[in-house]
């Protein structure tokens, strides 16, 4: 859908802006927010800044994200009191765009809060500040030399502000509201399609590799509960056994260098049973041969993660020369036991899988001793059907793959649209007030 522009337009003086519509002005933000130094109250709660969730609630966070923040109980009157309708900026501002707050309650003085005049809508501002268009603005108000350099109130000063009549504001708002609903309606029906393959994936490779490619085959009890029967003539082993060598880097990294010519991998590197070259790090001749002395990863050897996370797996290309990084271990592979393909996807389902996940329970952090990947367990056809069973989970995972990419390009291209969507509604580069009802 198309929206029109306004009627008529004028020069704002001010770069991030551009043009914008006539009637409109240009306000100094130090005019349109407040700095709020005001010290916590005693009834305040503590709140949390998120990019994602905006400023809410530190319970309500810590329940949304499933994972603990730093909680100020000492030094509390280090705490600032935020108002409902507040903005703020946090550490990663730069990032982001600055937060609105809805609610009554207390922050971290490392934050900076604005508190709104009488000409401010803020739902509008929520989107405008947020917008593509001003976090760059924002940006260039910070050259950001110190990693983790705060973005403060003179900042936000520096960068001047759309002066949008208030019922504009409002329906503008509510224009966007409405509009942006439904973008994010379609990138969640996106995201469960992603999760409905990824459940239907991982149920290929379990059946694959637990019962083979023959429906017809004679079945024998696996004296396992949850697994049932499996076929006669299949075996279930360790796979130290289909092993010439288990190889762990005793908890050290290579060297980086910024021209280096060999892949280090990290545990970053190895996902979904893919080898992973965005974000790589590489180092030198001098690296590779000192990291590879106890042994060379060759094709066909199967890269392993012991640690965050703990259980990912990637098959060592033809086309990359390549060294282990820290928290990871080299499986190297007896070929007359074992297909290299058939083994990569068996850690990633029936008995593999089971194992890995038990291990990985009552732990915050999972790390696999040599011991434990060296006894997971796994289910042996013969190499030829194991061969087979590979080829035939290449066929099929490349299906499921090709799906989820098509999905994750919606998701890109909706949220693209969104951005898009809000910049040019709040900078006026659209007239959306006859799409309000």
């Not at 760059?136 to 950001?144: E, I």
Request: aromatic share 8%.
């Amino acid at each position: 859908m198309s929206f029109p522009r306004y009627p008529a337009y004028k020069d704002s003086g001010v770069a991030w802006l551009g043009d914008i519509p006539v009637h409109w002005g240009i306000g100094q933000s130090r005019r349109l927010f407040a700095l709020r130094n005001e010290r916590a109250l005693n009834s305040d709660k503590q709140l949390t800044a998120s990019q994602v969730h905006g400023v809410i609630y530190q319970d309500d966070f810590i329940r949304m994200e499933g994972r603990r923040v730093v909680e100020v109980i000492k030094g509390a009157d280090i705490l600032k009191h935020v108002e409902p309708n507040d903005f703020v900026i946090s550490m990663r501002s730069f990032q982001g765009g600055i937060e609105w707050c809805q609610v009554r309650g207390c922050i971290s003085s490392a934050y900076v809060m604005l508190a709104p005049c009488d000409r401010i809508h803020a739902p509008f501002f929520q989107y405008l500040l947020k917008s593509q268009s001003y976090i760059q603005a924002l940006q260039t108000t910070s050259n950001l030399v110190r990693d983790g350099q705060a973005l403060r109130y003179d900042n936000f000063t520096q960068v001047d502000l759309p002066l949008v009549p208030l019922p504009e504001q409002t329906q503008i708002a509510a224009f966007l509201d409405r509009e942006t609903a439904k973008i994010d309606a379609l990138v969640a029906e996106q995201r469960r399609l992603m999760a409905l393959l990824k459940e239907k994936r991982q149920a290929v490779i379990s059946h694959a590799v637990t019962r083979g490619l023959n429906p017809h085959a004679p079945m024998k009890p696996s004296g396992i509960e949850w697994l049932g029967d499996v076929p006669e003539h299949w075996v279930q082993s360790r796979i130290k056994y289909s092993l010439r060598g288990l190889i762990d880097t005793e908890h050290k990294t290579a060297p980086f260098f910024d021209d280096g010519e060999y892949l280090v991998v990290r545990t970053t590197n190895i996902k979904d049973g893919k080898l992973i070259l965005e974000g790589g790090k590489y180092t030198n001749f001098d690296g590779y041969e000192e990291w590879t002395r106890r042994g060379k990863p060759v094709p066909g050897d199967i890269m392993f993660t012991r640690e965050a996370p703990a259980g990912e797996a990637c098959l060592v290309p033809e086309d990359v020369q390549l060294c282990m990084g820290q928290r990871t271990v080299l499986m190297q592979i007896d070929h007359d036991a074992l297909d290299s393909l058939f083994a990569l996807w068996s850690l990633y389902g029936g008995l593999a899988s089971e194992f890995i996940t038990i291990l990985s329970q009552g732990s915050t952090v999972t790390h696999f001793n040599m011991s434990d990947i060296s006894n997971i367990p796994i289910m042996l056809p013969s190499v030829d059907e194991q061969r087979e069973i590979a080829g035939f989970l290449e066929s099929e995972l490349a299906k499921f793959d090709t799906l989820t990419t098509e999905a994750q390009r919606a998701i890109d291209l909706l949220q693209e649209r969104r951005t898009a969507l809000i910049s040019a509604a709040v900078t006026g580069q659209i007239d959306v007030r006859g799409a309000v009802k």
